[in-house]
Structures are given as structure tokens and as C-alpha cells.
């Protein structure tokens, strides 16, 4: 089966604009998770949703925001854009068994001058 | 809060030989460990997870383990190839029934031909 597609994979803004990434899970996945990628701070949690519903976020300015459609696909909007935005941003995909890892996507690298 | 410690942050080795990589956790709390693997540029890909009442899992020439008590996680590479060439990620889910994941900052390993 098809795995996570996002879009766009590349993406130059300057500062103050805003931005909106898309994912698309796996089929038949309903919780879609995103994380930020950094070399200086890693991997960190942006948020999870399940059923069009925000189930957990991460520690994260009110400028990160996301949503999720009734096909489980999901955006992330970053409002303002700093140049500390400037990450790749992963969205992964599961079925929620708990017995079954995460399915990643190829990222979408932000680079904002 | 739990933090995700990897050793060592990059490690180089001739093809062939044995490795071990580290991972360490500060709350023994955890729900299902899960090491990954990055190539440069691109997403995540699932190694191996162990769910919180197992101590191992194998998959190929990896073989990972868990010891929760002491809140620590070895990823062993047998015979090692230059196409294991990646960093590689352990992370963490503190939450039954939720995606969230904690990564550590991941071992770059290079293997050298």
C-alpha cells in the first residue's frame, strides 16, 4: 500500500509569511502525528490527531496549528514565520493498535530567510 | 518530564564489525520503545519496536533490547555493511493509546568499506 505522502518537499519563505504543509496517511490510518526537525534541538513532538480531533500537542508557540479532514488527511499552518522555523517537518501515520510503529513520511524541508 | 539520551552521537567503524548503540531514558514509565533509522534528508524508518513487557526483539542483524528498570536500550548491528550508513533514533511513547514520541538525538554511524 501507498505510504505518507507530503507536500509540498520544499518550501522557501521569508519572514512574517505564513505556511501551510499537507500529509496524507496511509490508507486507512486515522491518527496522524508531526514533528519538527532541527539539528540543534532534534525531533520534537508538534501535534497528534485522531478523528479530525487534536489529541495532544507539544510545546509549541500558538503560531503552530493543524488540522485534520474527515479522510484523515492532515495540514500544519505556521502563521508569522522566524527564521528558527526553518526544520524539516515530519508527519507520521498509524493504526492506533499500540502494537504497530508509526509510518513516517519523507518531510517537507521549511527554509525561512 | 522524560528525556531520551543517545551515545554515543556519531560512531565510525570498518565494515564487518559488531556494534552496539546506546539509548538511556529518565522515566522508566514508558509505554513501547521504537529505534529507527534516518538516511540523510529524508524520513524515518522503523527498525524495531518493544512493547514495555518485552525485554528483546530481533529483526535480521539487529537486535534490540529493553531493560526498563534501569531505563536503557541497546540497538546491536551485527556484521555491519556500509549501506548501514544512517543516524539512528530511539524514541520513546510515555502514553498508552497515544502517538507521541520522544526521540533521542540519534548515533551517526558511518561504515567504512
Known amino acids: 500500500k501507498a505510504g505518507v505522502t507530503q507536500t509540498p518537499r520544499y518550501l522557501i519563505k521569508t519572514r512574517g509569511q505564513q505556511v501551510t504543509l499537507s500529509c496524507s496517511p496511509i490508507?486507512?490510518?486515522?491518527?496522524v502525528s508531526w514533528y519538527q526537525q532541527t539539528p540543534g534541538q532534534g525531533l520534537q513532538f508538534l501535534f497528534e490527531?485522531?478523528?479530525?480531533?487534536?489529541?495532544n500537542k507539544g510545546n509549541f508557540p500558538g503560531r503552530f496549528s493543524g488540522r485534520q479532514f474527515s479522510n484523515s488527511r492532515s495540514e500544519m499552518n505556521v502563521s508569522t514565520l522566524e527564521l528558527g522555523d526553518s526544520a524539516l517537518y515530519l508527519c507520521?501515520?498509524?493504526?492506533?493498535?499500540?502494537?504497530?510503529?508509526?509510518?513516517f513520511g519523507p518531510g517537507t524541508r521549511l527554509l525561512v530567510l | 518530564k522524560q528525556e531520551v539520551t543517545q551515545i554515543p552521537a556519531a560512531l565510525s567503524v570498518p565494515e564487518g564489525e559488531n556494534l552496539v548503540l546506546n539509548c538511556s531514558f529518565t522515566?522508566?514509565?514508558?509505554?513501547?520503545l521504537q529505534w529507527f533509522r534516518q538516511d540523510p534528508g529524508k524520513g524515518l524508518t522503523s527498525l524495531l519496536l518493544?512493547?514495555?513487557?518485552?525485554r528483546e526483539q530481533t529483526s535480521g542483524r539487529l537486535n534490540a533490547s529493553l531493560d526498563k528498570s534501569s531505563g536503557r536500550s541497546t540497538l546491536y548491528i551485527a556484521a555491519s555493511q556500509p549501506g548501514d550508513s544512517a543516524t539512528y533514533l530511539c524514541?520513546?511513547?510515555?502514553?498508552?493509546?497515544?502517538?507521541?514520541?520522544?526521540f533521542g538525538k540519534g548515533t551517526k554511524l558511518t561504515v567504512n568499506p
Open positions: 507520521a501515520s498509524s493504526s492506533l493498535t499500540g502494537l504497530e510503529t508509526q509510518y
Open positions: 490508507s486507512g490510518h486515522r491518527s
Open positions: 490527531y485522531f478523528s479530525e480531533t487534536q489529541r
Open positions: 522515566d522508566s514509565a514508558i509505554y513501547n
Open positions: 518493544i512493547q514495555s513487557s518485552q
Open positions: 524514541a520513546v511513547s510515555t502514553q498508552g493509546g497515544s502517538e507521541k514520541l520522544v
